[in-house]
């Protein structure tokens, strides 16, 4: 039972100077990364989120590891996630590596079913996203998509005046 609730101060004393000076890192390395890092997440994004927070925590807890080590883990993670994303913007085969394509599941009354069997999505998923788009029925409904973040657009049929809208709907359980 010895060291289970507490082994002595100075391991709690590099805990909080550690954490604190982790945490500055942390924060100076996602504000020179640009906003491309905190913006919304798709897939790729998720992982070096996690990997910074896994990264985070043994800074903290794990002596083994030494601040400088950590900051550098942590300014790779964030510098190859700028280098990727920066690619992505400029060479479209790295984009749709990356981030996918968005994926039509529904298109002027037809579900669209091996669509939406590739993106593991349900007609209820997507009568979901229309009834959450403010949409009635699917009558009144051109298209629903499923955008790379996990969201679906609703996009609604052409009015009489020839409009056209467009409603996005976040997706629960999207990455």
Known sequence: ??????????????????????????????????????????????VVTVALGSTFATILLNKDVSLAQGALAMALLIGLQFIVTWTSVRVGWVRRLVTGEPALL???????????????????????????????TV?????????????????REERSEGESSLARVGRPDAP
């Open 1 to 46: 039972m010895d060291g289970m609730f507490f082994d002595n101060g100075q391991v709690l004393i590099r805990t909080v100077t550690v954490g604190l000076l982790a945490y500055i890192c942390l924060v100076a390395f996602l504000r020179l990364s640009g906003r491309r890092t905190l913006s919304k997440m798709n897939a790729f994004d998720l």
């Open 106 to 136: 529904f298109h002027h009354g037809q579900f669209l079913r091996s669509a939406m069997r590739a993106a593991r999505v349900t007609e209820d998923e997507v009568r979901s996203a229309i009834r959450a788009a403010g949409i009635e």
């Open 139 to 155: 009558a009144n409904v051109a298209a629903v998509v499923l955008e790379t973040d996990g969201s679906f657009s609703v996009v």
